[in-house]
Antibody
């Protein structure tokens, strides 16, 4: 059974960089059929897609975050990572990693989520 | 980007009743690329419906989806206690993919 697990610091200072890693188990990140994505959810609010990456490195980002986001992949470790720069309190959220097909882009597998709080 | 508006914001019903949730898009959703998710407190969203009307793996048949263009619905035919949760729609027909703001289904 495919499993995804987010990891990273739970507290980040304003103006610094948020970094999270998603580790995939029960399947290979190098499977050619899927993209691997990040979605976030501020406390008590809805879901926002951040971006997605293919195992060969091609990426798609939400234009609203594109200037601050980098998603990368490490196929040797079956991991992909999120970097979000210049964070503010508005970036406080539960960050989920998830998998979707190359097409269509619905998310059938999700990690459990990681809460990241931006605060000094 | 396509904005999805879900209604009602909160729906109060009793177990055994029928629930109908609405998701309206600001533009036509191409190829009926619309999904529905269920989210319970402290959990990740769970895929229920994709392609507007196809049930995901292991989803009970009391859940059904319908609609096309700009108007979509999720129907739960007979509510079970475990169905009370927040439901989100997602369109993935155009980039960026977007989610609705959610409908809270609560026990009356």
């Amino acid at each position: 059974q495919l499993q995804l697990q987010e990891s990273g610091p739970g507290l980040v200072k304003p103006s610094e960089t948020l970094s999270l890693t998603c580790t995939v188990s029960g399947g290979s990140i190098s499977s050619g059929s899927y993209y691997w994505g990040w979605i976030r959810q501020p406390p008590g609010k809805g879901l926002e897609w951040i971006g997605s990456i293919y195992y060969r490195g091609s990426t798609y980002y939400n234009p609203s975050l594109e200037s601050r986001v980098t998603i990368s992949v490490d196929t040797s470790k079956d991991q992909f990572s999120l970097r979000l720069t210049s964070v503010t309190a508005a970036d406080t959220a539960v960050y989920y990693c998830a998998r979707h097909f190359i097409q269509p882009w619905f998310f059938a597998y999700w990690g459990q989520g990681a809460l990241v709080t931006v605060s000094s | 980007e396509i904005v999805l508006t879900q209604s009602p914001g909160t729906l109060s019903l009793s177990p055994g009743e029928r629930a109908t949730l609405s998701c309206r898009a600001s533009q036509s959703v191409s190829s009926s690329y619309l999904a529905w998710y269920q989210q319970k407190p402290g959990q990740a969203p769970r895929l229920l419906i994709y392609g507007a009307s196809s049930r995901a793996t292991d989803i009970p048949d009391r859940f059904s989806g319908g609609g096309s263009g700009t108007d979509f619905t999720l129907t739960i035919s007979r509510l079970e206690p475990e169905d009370f949760a927040v439901y989100y729609c997602q369109q993935y027909g155009s980039s960026p993919q977007t989610f609705g703001q959610g409908t809270q289904l609560e026990i009356k």
